[in-house]
């Protein structure tokens, strides 16, 4: 119970200062997706620079020794705490501004290196030293079940700190509470040693004569090899599958938790003893082909399918991996040796999905390419599933190429019932021929579905023309037509960025956008009260350059813009910043809006307008009280801000009520979301806007624009605080209205 109970504690303070460590560094560095991969990558080489000094200390001391020597170096970790980003804020001006990647991995290093290394080694180090206690029990013969305490209180770092911690905590507090944690660790850790001390010799361990079964297989040579490679499969597809879901397919805030907490779930029951039967086997094998071919005709609807779909695949997978490396564990002599592959195979199954893939190639490639292998090792475990690889790789791409969706109707439904026969007989018999015909059926089921999830009424119905990818995401360029003309968009994952006619010129204001619409109104009353014959407009967020549409002569427009592929695309595939009537060139400055706008002058512009869009979700660093500060303190005094708040998963309209009646601002708001057929088939989207000025009087009475008011149960977010479970928009079960006929008796159930 004390080690595991230690395990869990290190763990769980491993896993929440990840999450506070990333939530820190917003404020200095921004919200840019090359930061949270640099995070991820810099952990996973702390976890294996940890488990490499657990495995140099079991070497060069006995485990009594190593276990209290490391309980002495926690302690002395202390003298890092608390974290001090602050002090190191000025790295990237130290390197010259050449590399800020390396400026981030500098004061990572610096500020958290030692603390999460020394966490990392932790679990390895003392399972080895409670093995070392030699009670002859098989507990101790076989102390890979701490491994489950150790998961376990990840899970709980994961869950906890979105629910419980931020919620409640600025961040202030919340780095008290993680230092006194750490300390608890370490007080935890020399306890187990002090434990260890008063064990009897550990060279007079026996084995439990009542065991009848082997605890541990024998390694052999190629060993170490296995268990990277079953590492790197869960912990590359983890990365992948979390970029499929958040980009491609729903945008919904703290949908990365999920596969997260399915990856550690599959390590527990894996060391747990618990292990996939042939029918969970072939399920997962069916579920892989089936998420290779959706993924290969592109479909990213119906979510209700496609997400369960998605994480079945990467969860049976994950499982059967796992699985299988608990089987291979070595004797407990080769502990440390065995976490150092584990952790080497996750840390580069996890760098590829997170840096390399993005440079390779120009999809999210890497899933399907982790499935087919993991099909393999699915395979290998005697699931019966190479054909079905085939038929669920090579199928989708010959539908597409030959567009033979419309006629193959009637084989899904002969696929479909060839899978109720497959179901019946895969858990029956053994042996080749049993294999052969679990194969077999596999291929007809495969078939069905792939075929039936091929069918044009779950497409997109959407050309693309070009895709590229890099490290900040997807982007399609996409063309349709309809009744009104052709449209061409910028797609990120799945969140619209904006539309552009291109049989119209010049082009006008689509999407978010429209003239008619909400940003229409609000540049109308800007150009009557504006007295600057030469105006300057700030916009956070370039999409295709729809807002360069408003321009007048004399007008001075800059845009803040993260991604450099979105510029390119836009002044590539869309006509609005070629058609700009500005002074001159409209400014386009790259990187963090936050950041960069730290860099201009003060009370330079009469107008700002926030539209930075991270796929569906606004960057949080972005709304905060320091933030909004930060943005008056850059226009007139008499100048505007104009929020774009369109969000499918969020609320943000409190957040930003709450920070108008903090900084005394005057808050309207309007919301458009009842459109007509004719309006949505012209190119128009819902949206929703805030305007905020220190004065706004103009728009009182001003229909349909509504006061937005500051209420005691608004949220104040602040760089150290922020809770994105207030704002969710979360899912409403329709209500159910009971209505008596004229006849007794009879009651009619309709839905609301």
């Known amino acids: 119970m004390l080690f595991s109970l230690c395990l869990f504690s290190s763990a769980f303070c491993l896993f929440w200062g990840q999450l506070l460590v990333g939530k820190l560094l917003l404020p200095f560095w921004g919200g840019s997706p090359l930061v949270w991969n640099t995070c991820l990558a810099f952990f996973q080489v702390a976890l294996l620079l940890g488990y490499l000094w657990a495995d140099r200390v079991q070497r060069w001391l006995n485990p009594r020794s190593g276990v209290l020597l490391h309980g002495v170096f926690l302690l002395a970790g202390l003298w890092l705490l608390p974290f001090r980003f602050r002090l190191t804020a000025g790295i990237p001006e130290l390197l010259g501004g050449q590399s800020p990647l390396l400026a981030l991995w ?224 070595p004797q407990a ?57 085939g038929l669920g790789l090579i199928l989708p791409l010959l539908m597409l190429r030959f567009q033979l969706q419309e006629v193959l109707q009637v084989g899904s439904l002969v696929g479909l019932g060839l899978g109720l026969g497959w179901l019946t007989v895969i858990g029956s018999g053994n042996g080749k021929g049993s294999r052969w015909r679990t194969g077999a059926m596999g291929v007809g089921t495969t078939a069905g579905l792939v075929l039936l999830l091929g069918q044009p009424w779950l497409k997109l119905g959407l050309e693309v023309i070009h895709a590229e990818r890099n490290a900040l995401g997807l982007n399609r360029i996409v063309e349709h037509q309809n009744e009104v003309g052709s449209f061409r968009s910028l797609l990120h994952g799945t969140t619209l960025h904006g539309t552009e006619q291109l049989d119209t010129e010049p082009a006008e204001p689509l999407t978010y956008f429209a003239r008619s619409g909400p940003v229409g109104q609000v540049f109308t009353a800007f150009r009557t009260q504006v007295t600057d014959p030469a105006p300057e407009i700030a916009v956070l967020g370039l999409g295709i350059g729809t807002l360069a549409a408003y321009a007048q002569a004399g007008d001075r427009w800059t845009f803040f813009e993260l991604d450099p592929a979105v510029e390119q695309l836009a002044r590539t595939y869309f006509s609005y910043l070629d058609g700009y009537l ?160 004229k006849k007794p008796k009879e009651i009619l159930t309709v839905r609301s």
């Open 106 to 329: 500098v004061q990572l290093t610096l500020a958290v290196g030692m603390p999460m290394l020394l966490l990392s080694g932790t679990t390895p180090l003392l399972q080895q030293g409670f093995a070392a206690a030699g009670d002859g029990s098989r507990w101790a013969q076989d102390p890979y079940f701490l491994y489950v305490a150790s998961n376990a209180g990840s899970l709980a770092g994961l869950l906890g700190y979105p629910l419980l911690l931020e919620p409640w905590l600025p961040l202030v507090w919340q780095t008290r509470l993680w230092m006194g944690s750490y300390a608890l660790v370490a007080g935890l850790v020399l306890l187990c040693g002090g434990w260890l001390l008063i064990q009897r010799d550990p060279q007079a361990a026996r084995q439990d004569p009542d065991s009848s079964e082997p605890l541990a297989v024998t390694t052999h040579g190629r060993d170490p090899w296995r268990w990277a490679g079953l590492a790197f499969l869960p912990s590359g597809l983890l990365v992948a599958v979390t970029t499929l879901l958040t980009t491609d397919v729903a945008a919904v805030p703290l949908l990365w938790a999920i596969p997260l907490g399915i990856y550690l779930i599959t390590f527990m029951l894996a060391f747990g003893g618990i292990f996939p039967n042939r029918l969970g086997l072939g399920l997962t094998a069916l579920w892989a082909c089936l998420a290779v071919g959706v993924q290969a005709l592109g479909l990213v609807k119906p979510l209700i399918l496609l997400l369960p779909l998605h994480l079945a695949a990467f969860g049976g997978v994950a499982w059967a991996c796992h699985s299988e490396l608990a089987r291979r564990r």
């Open 582 to 741: 500005g002074e001159a060139e409209p400014t386009v400055i790259l990187g963090d809006a936050r950041l960069s706008l730290g860099r201009i002058p003060d009370s330079r512009y009469d107008l700002m307008v926030m539209d930075a869009f991270s796929s569906d979700a606004v960057p949080v660093h972005l709304l905060t009280q320091e933030a909004l500060a930060l943005y008056l303190a850059k226009l007139k005094p008499q100048g505007w801000l104009l929020f774009n708040i369109t969000n499918r998963h969020l609320d943000l309209a409190p957040v930003l009520a709450g920070l108008a009646g903090q900084l005394h601002l005057q808050a309207w708001q309007q919301a458009q979301r009842d459109l007509s057929e004719a309006q949505r088939q012209a190119g128009l989207a819902p949206s929703h806007w805030v305007l905020m000025a220190k004065d706004l009087a103009e728009f009182k009475g001003r229909d349909p624009w509504q006061p937005l008011l500051p209420q005691p149960s608004d949220p104040i977010w602040r760089d150290d605080f922020s809770n994105l479970l207030q704002v969710i928009r979360w899912p409403r079960i329709p209500a159910l209205k009971v209505v008596q006929d």
């Open 333 to 389: 002599q080769r502990l440390t040796q065995f976490y150092l592959w584990l952790a080497l195979g996750g840390g580069l199954g996890g760098m590829f999905s997170a840096l390399l893939a993005p440079q390779v190639f120009e999809t999210v490639l890497e899933y399907p390419l982790l499935l087919g292998l993991s099909v393999g090792v699915l395979a290998a475990q005697g699931a019966g599933v190479g054909l079905w690889l």
